[in-house]
T-cell receptor, first 114, second 115 residues
């Protein structure tokens, strides 16, 4: 079945440094979603990318979808302590008969040192 | 307020004692799903439902049951819990879209400990 691999598993950065997490799929994705989970919280939807080569920005966050629609990245510029949490990518898996489910990467846990 | 509500939020139980974790959403979503989250393993899907009376297995369905009798509710049933089902459980819902699953709205999680 489809696998979604995410690296790195952990990342510790000094406040103000940049951070990037990468997501790779074994199959072409129709779209990819990104979620953030704060410590002790639940995953919260950040964004969905649909088009090949798409780039979207949300303030200091930049999301990219690869040209082949098999990889994606999330880049945070000048991290802040509020960025702490685990970032997940998720891609739809065709379960047959028009049934789709999201497959999540294992996430990248970001720690920001003040 | 649009939300997904899970109960209980915390539960400690013993092996073999049947339990149900309830999940309810007020957004009229067709799609609902259960995930378990374990350290180093990320979010793994247990069961999902595309609509009322339509359920299907996810990646880790063993030891769990679900039902979808009403659109808003999707309970997770552990008939005979075992210690390896100790985990953090999330219910999620979304509008169903063709060739995709829309943005998932997650509940706040249910932390289950099986002794």
């Amino acid at each position: 079945g489809q696998q979604v691999m995410q690296i790195p598993q952990y990342q510790h950065v000094q406040e103000g440094e940049d951070f990037t997490t990468y997501c790779n799929s074994s199959t072409t994705l129709s779209n990819i979603q990104w979620y953030k989970q704060r410590p002790g919280g639940h995953p919260v939807f950040l964004i969905q990318l649909v088009k090949s080569g798409e780039v979207k920005k949300q303030k200091r966050l930049t999301f990219q979808f690869g040209e082949a629609k098999k990889n994606s990245s999330l880049h945070i510029t000048a991290t802040q302590t509020t960025d702490v949490g685990t970032y997940f990518c998720a891609g739809p898996q065709d379960s047959g008969a028009g049934s789709y489910q999201l497959t999540f990467g294992k996430g990248t846990k970001l720690s920001v040192i003040p | 307020e649009a939300q997904v509500t899970q109960n209980p939020r915390y539960l400690i139980t013993v092996t073999g004692k049947k339990l149900t974790v309830t999940c309810s959403q007020n957004m009229n979503h067709e799609y609902m799903s259960w995930y378990r989250q374990d350290p180093g393993l990320g979010l793994r899907q247990i069961y999902y439902s595309m609509n009322v009376e339509v359920t299907d297995k996810g990646d880790v369905p063993e030891g769990y049951k679900v039902s979808r009798k009403e659109k808003r509710n999707f309970p997770l049933i552990l008939e005979s819990p075992s210690p390896n089902q100790t985990s953090l459980y999330f219910c999620a819902s979304s509008f169903r879209r063709i060739s995709s699953t829309g943005e998932l709205f997650f509940g706040e999680g249910s932390r289950l400990t099986v002794l």
